[in-house]
């Protein structure tokens, strides 16, 4: 599967951005995706993911109750509306695919889109 990230861009502090992932291929519901961030100078960390019947969300717990994950799996695409956006939410954005339920270890995911950019101004 081959995921594309999109809807990135700058933002004031308390704002909000929604984050697309779509995907190419018929087999799209069959993977987890998720969300991960990478700021600069840190490490990639997990920022949520779906299930494959977009019935069951998790989310890392500095974004609980800002962001929420969903999935269209007719459109082979994966939203994250992000609301309430602080400074430290600028990072790269990557959404990933994985076949483990619900994983929040990003070598569990095998396939990877390309980043978007995420910039909250204070």
């Known amino acids: 599967v081959q995921l594309q990230a999109s809807g990135g861009g700058l933002v004031q502090a308390g704002g909000s951005l929604r984050l697309s992932c779509a995907a190419s291929?018929?087999?799209?519901?069959?993977?987890?995706i998720g969300w991960f961030r990478q700021a600069p100078g840190k490490e990639r960390e997990f920022v949520a993911a779906?299930?494959?019947?977009?019935?069951?969300?998790h989310y890392a717990d500095s974004v609980k109750g800002r962001f929420t994950i969903s999935r269209d799996n007719a459109k082979s695409t994966v939203y994250l509306p992000m609301n309430s956006l602080k400074p430290e939410d600028t990072a790269v954005y990557y959404c990933?695919?994985?076949?483990?339920?619900?994983?929040?270890?990003?070598?569990?995911?095998?396939?990877w889109g390309q980043g978007t950019q995420v910039t909250v101004s204070s």
């Open positions: 990933a695919a994985s076949t483990t339920p619900l994983s929040t270890w990003q070598r569990e995911y095998m396939y």
């Open positions: 291929g018929r087999t799209f519901s069959s993977y987890v």
């Open positions: 779906v299930s494959r019947n977009g019935e069951i969300a």
